[in-house]
């Protein structure tokens, strides 16, 4: 029986691989991924054999992987952050059902953008959130505003994933004017592209300014909470919602 | 000017420590976190200096790091999971901005729960979820249970964390009854105890069986969405909401 690791290495360097990410790779007889993923690992793990292909054959790569590791090998099929999370690892599982394949599956988690993101800038994510991802690939429009619209109610801080597209330019600030129906103008958001990769950068901004903000597909956002503040550049939100520690509403 | 890293080890076995993580604590002059955590890491790195203090006195831990740190000493500040995801990285930029140390604070990310429990229960987490604390410590039960009403509003995947102490031996219960105003009793729901530790179990159940899982404060409670399904033992949630692919309903 094959063996085939989902594996999520992080947001890309490669001090936030985990221990088991980078065992897994070094000793797969066959990396494959994305063509963006394979280059950034190639650097790091440069005597291996890999199989890169385009980001739209992402079900061919996954049915090749799944036909690789029935033959016999053991093949790490890598993307960044978590791959449990908007990852391969359900694809995986669906077409090794699909052709009763005889392969084990197993997933290695990783440190999802969130995180990475949220250690860039402060501590935004110190209680209940939303990830949601803007991508409306698979996801109808309406499905997806709807979720933001919940998730104002529910006053969570709200982690964008796929923010902007050249085809969805305008949906971030569509999902800002949704989230200002429930919390305040001036609520932090947190921009950060390329988290943990060579080309870091962050930006934090407001609800109503985030139109302006330099927000792209390599981007992840974050809007705080109600009680989210921004102190020495760095965005913070509050533990709970009661004030045992006498850290409310601090600014 | 010391250096305090808020260092989140992921969910308790060495595997899935990043490479950052290993490499801060192995250079830290202390080692300080809850005593439980501490226990964890001396079986990896026993010559380490630590200093264990009981849960219920973080925020004299805090102080007394950020302090450390302010002498010059070089500190890791470690918890399970991501430090930045309901963790200690907030409380110690808050502590530091309150006692105006001269203290550089990083936040190392890590595995959170989520991430574990999914990997280990299938793929439940391919698309857009919450994560919510049943803690009600700092937070109201009505705010609590409000957030569940909207995850279920808007059909999230939702990942309960702290679901059950003895004081609060129903609020999963309370919370599966709320999701069920919005989707079917046998939606699959995933229960995760000890993830990625020694003592790891899983169990898989429904809605409406909840209240007979096995469930206590070492769990993770992951409730599936309007499409997710079980097969072969996995708990799958398909990538989006039009079946571009052919997978949607495969049950």
Redesign the interface.
Known sequence: MGKLYAV?F??GG???????A??VIKNADIVTGYTTYVEMLRKFFPEKEYVATPMTKE?DRCRMAVDLAAEGKTVAMVSSG?S????M???L??IA?EKKADVEI???????AA??A??IL????????????LSD????YS??M??V???G????IVCLYNPKSKKRADYVEKAAEILMKYRDGKTPVGVVRHAGREEESSYITTLDAVKDAPIDMFSIVIVGNSNTYV??G?M???????D??G?AN?E
């Open positions: 999520g992080g947001p490669y001090e936030h691989m985990t221990a088991k980078i065992d079900m978590d449990g999370i908007y990852g690892a359900g694809i599982l669906e059902n197993e997933t290695v988690p990783g440190v999802t995180s990475a949220a250690s402060g501590a935004p994510l110190m209680h209940d959130f939303t990830i949601i991802s690939l698979m996801t109808p499905l997806i709807k979720r619209d919940c998730a109610q529910g006053d969570f102190r020495d760095k913070i939100t509050p533990r709970g919602y009661e045992k520690y850290f601090v």
